[in-house]
């Protein structure tokens, strides 16, 4: 379906038209079609069409590898949960050159897994052990404190109680020895429990513990200061050991209950010292045990993770790539009489050899008797539309693509975009000095390209790296506008020959008044470096800016027009040349392009004549006579001849093309041949995308209403899109507008005091408010207005845009697929 | 008469550039065919603007006014 461009004149340019593609049908016999999947995914240069979409995913013929790489996949996923929350990170590079079956992985990663899973087992059980331990050992500690301080102050109180009368109300009395010391007619029978209890509740649980017993306990309670693990939860937590006393069975169950609910951990504890102390060491040793046998489960534990994190990147890539092969696997339909499996796909023509060279070497490989068939079918389908871009046209090649992917084989607006772009940002941006802080970040983003590709950036990161030759562009254009406009940081600088403009007079007495004169020669590039500062600046500046706005966006305009025009030759269209392109160009120049010549003259001739008054009396009244707003002879001939042009241009795009698409058709039909397949217009929306026959209606109102509205969209868009490049004014005006108020209401201003701390604060504002104001949001700003210029304003003079991508089947985009 | 002359540079660098651009990457007759493009583009973006400011300043109808501070 390619046609060869132009007359042969020149060779077809690269990146101009999407690379030809052709639709393939490829046979594969049923031993040799995964191999030969796996070598056309490594080429990466066949896209697969579903040739099995009616069917569920479950009727598909490979349903069930897919459930097991599935399973392979979960297992990878859980092993690499364990290693991150273990710490263990995983080798980073592939050893491509081993091939591991995906048997064996799936059995290696079966006895891991269940391996893994054992340990973690063992390991929380031991884990929990050890804790309860703990607190134990801890409860032994405190409870065995407090019984220790309650002998002494029984031993010191007997003594006390021998001398003197004792106070009945002592609370602090040691109960077990009062029990001996008091009448021993009753004997109460005092019982003790002990525990842990989380710190937060304790206030609740002693005061609950006291009201469900109606005070008939004693409770104490002891600060630990580190906080303990609690065995149930696993968490860290602050406890407090608690001992309760209590008499009679019902208060015991009843502060079981509660403890029980307050989920606090009770442990036995013997009165008799001598127990508790072999119970201490009993109880030392055990945890020093239990920390030697956790620490070896652990270590074993991480040697396994270890293994693992070894061989991790290439099982995932393995499983991976598996699943791809067997989704696309799917996707071909099953020949049963022939035990094979056909393909259809679209593939760019110029790969044609190589996919033919992956299909031979996957029969060798697979050991198969019979070679797989490869063979070009013809198809009225729209092909994808495919660009080889490399790494320095891939960014443009995005931002177009991100308004629409071009028809197949349309003209490709991103050719021109990759130097207008830059150019209109530049035009809004322009300061040299700014230029060079955008080109030194750049100038780092690509001198560490390797390093930083491989790594993971943060999304705003991502996208400044993915467009860093476009900012490298947009920064040396900067540059070169910069100079233009005589703008270092706001400041001019003569850097080319001095001023042209000098004082009348030896005083300079009318300096401030009636303004300087130019005396020498025009400032031979760029803006005179006279005027920053002046009264006059803005007039000046704005008249200028405005101007050359409008002829740079006749200009662009211009060119969308022109391959509008290449479009049409391309695909054999002579309607849409005669009556498209021609009336369209007429139109735009005999207004438009008509107003840029003005403007050039009157700037030639230093005239005073008033443009607008020029333009609009054009329209209003064109008989009248110009008088002073006279630029050249006969004007008003030429005026009342581009205006009568333009007029006639109106009907010219409108209704010929409908009527002459209607006679081509019925020529059509009464030859009852195939339409040619180049005859592919814009407005003629006869051949639906399903192939076939290529049935072929033709509505006339549809065709006439949609150029109806193309006409319209045309003739008005000319004056409102003429008027959109203004924006480059405005941008440029806000830039230098802002720089300037920086420089003076900032630097000037610290400057001024003669104190060094306000200077460095000065400065370090300035600097805070250059990078964040003009360098980060002025360059989006522009950046954005610059694009909308070139979606709207340029490419709506040619550009369809309503194509698809080439999507081929490849592995080594297989970024974080989850499926 | 700096207005030709100026003109004249811009054609003589633009020939430079696309002669280096030639000689660098020669990458095919097709690819070649871009960087001729992209350099003609670049060349004549940058020759307009300035020859619009030139052209602007030619003929001033208005002179700076210097404002009354200094």
Redesign the interface.
């Given at each position: 379906m390619a046609e060869s461009h132009g007359g042969g004149c020149?060779?077809?340019?690269?990146?101009?038209r999407s690379e030809p593609m052709h639709l393939v049908q490829v046979i594969v016999p049923m031993e040799s079609a995964h191999l030969t999947v796996s070598y056309l995914g490594d080429l990466g240069l066949v896209q697969f069409k579903d040739l099995n979409s009616d069917k569920s995913p479950f009727q598909r013929t490979y349903a069930a590898q897919i459930k097991r790489c599935g399973e392979m996949a979960r297992k990878i996923r859980f092993f690499k949960e364990q290693m991150s929350k273990a710490g263990v990170t995983p080798k980073e590079t592939i050893d491509k050159e081993i091939d591991i079956d995906l048997d064996d992985v799936e059995v290696k990663l079966g006895e891991l897994e269940a391996e893994l899973v054992e340990i973690n087992a063992n390991n929380d059980k031991l884990q929990r052990s050890y804790n309860e331990l703990v607190e134990y050992k801890l409860v032994l500690e405190k409870a065995g404190e407090f019984f220790a301080s309650a002998h002494r102050n029984a031993n010191a109180q007997r003594s006390e109680i021998e001398t003197e009368q004792v106070d009945e109300d002592l609370l602090e009395a040691p109960l077990l020895q009062e029990e001996k010391s008091v009448d021993t007619t009753k004997q109460v029978k005092l019982g003790f429990l002990t525990g842990l209890v989380p710190r937060e509740k304790s206030m609740v649980f002693e005061r609950i513990l006291f009201r469900a017993t109606r005070g008939n306990i004693f409770i104490r309670q002891s600060v630990i200061e580190e906080s303990v693990v609690d065995p149930n939860s696993g968490e860290k937590a602050e406890k407090n050991v608690f001992v309760v006393f209590y008499s009679g069975e019902r208060a015991k169950s009843k502060i079981l209950k509660i403890c029980e609910a307050f989920g606090a951990n009770r442990y036995p504890f013997s009165e008799d010292l001598g127990k508790q102390a072999q119970m201490m060491t009993e109880v030392s040793g055990r945890l020093s045990e239990l920390k030697t046998t956790i620490g070896a489960g652990l270590d074993h534990r991480n040697i396994l993770l270890e293994t693992i994190g070894d061989k991790f990147e290439q099982w995932n890539f393995k499983v991976r790539k598996e699943k791809a092969i067997y989704h696309t696997l799917n996707m071909l339909s099953l020949d049963v009489t022939k035990k094979c499996l056909v393909g259809e796909g679209w593939s760019p023509v110029f790969a044609a050899t190589e996919v033919q060279d992956a299909l031979q070497r996957a029969a060798v490989d697979s050991n198969s008797q019979v070679g797989s068939i490869f063979q070009v079918l013809r198809t009225k389908e729209m092909p994808p539309t495919f660009f080889r871009t490399n790494k320095f046209t891939t960014a443009f090649q995005e931002i177009v693509d991100a308004y629409g992917v071009a028809k197949y084989q349309e003209a490709n607006p991103s050719?021109?975009t990759?130097?207008?772009f830059p150019?209109l940002f530049a035009?809004m941006f322009g300061d040299w000095g700014h230029g060079i802080c955008l080109l030194l970040a750049t100038m780092y983003l690509i001198l560490r390209e390797k390093k930083l590709s491989s790594q993971k950036l943060g999304d705003i990161m991502e996208m400044a790296f993915g467009g860093r030759y476009v900012i490298f562009m947009m920064s040396l254009f900067s540059i070169?506008?910069g100079l233009?406009y005589n703008e270092f940081f706001s400041i001019p600088y003569p850097l080319f020959a001095s001023s042209?403009?000098e004082c009348r007079d030896v005083s300079c007495s009318e300096?401030?008044?009636?303004?300087?004169?130019?005396t020498r020669?025009?400032?031979?590039?760029?803006?005179?470096p006279?005027?920053h500062?002046?009264?006059?600046?803005l007039?000046?500046l704005n008249?200028?800016k405005m101007?050359?706005s409008i002829?740079?966006g006749v200009?662009q305009m211009n060119l969308g027009i022109i391959m509008s025009f290449f479009n049409a030759k391309f695909f054999k269209s002579a309607v849409n040349v005669w009556f498209q392109f021609v009336p369209q160009m007429i139109f735009l120049n005999c207004l438009f392009g008509y107003l840029s010549v003005l403007i050039?003259i009157k700037?030639?001739?230093?005239s005073?004549a008033d443009l607008y008054h020029v333009m609009i009396y054009m329209f209003l009244s064109p008989m009248d006579d110009l008088g002073e707003n006279q630029l050249f002879p006969n004007q008003k001939i030429v005026q009342l001849t581009f205006l009568f042009l333009a007029l006639v241009s109106v009907p010219w795009m409108l209704l010929p093309k409908p009527f002459i698409l209607k006679k081509q058709h019925e020529a059509r039909h009464q030859g009852l041949s195939y339409a040619h397949l180049d005859e592919t217009d814009e407005s003629l929306q006869v051949e639906t995308n399903g192939g076939g026959h290529g049935h072929e209606e033709f509505e006339f109102s549809e065709i006439f209403v949609h150029q109806l509205i193309h006409t319209i969209e045309f003739v008005l868009g000319a004056v409102s899109n003429t008027a959109s490049y203004l924006r480059l004014w405005a941008l440029s005006l806000a830039h230098s507008e802002l720089s300037s108020v920086f420089y003076e209401k900032v630097l000037l201003m610290a400057w001024g005091f003669n104190n060094v701390f306000i200077l460095i604060i000065g400065i370090l504002v300035f600097i805070f408010a250059t990078v964040g104001v003009l360098l980060v949001m002025e360059t989006l700003s522009a950046f954005l207005h610059a694009l909308r210029l070139h979606w709207v304003e340029y490419q709506n003079k040619f550009y369809e845009g309503d194509g698809y991508k080439f999507a081929p089947f490849t592995f080594t985009l297989d970024g974080n697929e989850d499926e | 008469m700096g207005f030709l002359i100026t003109t004249l540079i811009f054609v003589v660098v633009g020939i430079i550039a696309s002669l280096c651009v030639r000689i660098c990457c020669n990458r095919g007759p097709s690819t070649n065919l871009l960087h001729l493009t992209l350099v003609i583009t670049a060349t004549v973006c940058c020759w307009m603007m300035w020859a619009i400011v030139y052209i602007a300043q030619m003929n001033p109808l208005i002179v700076p006014i210097l404002s009354e501070t200094e």
């Open positions: 020149c060779p077809p340019m690269d990146l101009m050719v021109f990759i130097v207008t150019f035009v070169y506008t233009i042209a403009y300096a401030t008044t009636i303004g300087l004169i130019k020669d025009t400032y031979p590039f760029g803006v005179d006279v005027w500062g002046t009264r006059s600046e007039p000046f008249s200028l101007k050359m002829l740079i200009a050039i700037w030639c001739t230093g005073q | -």
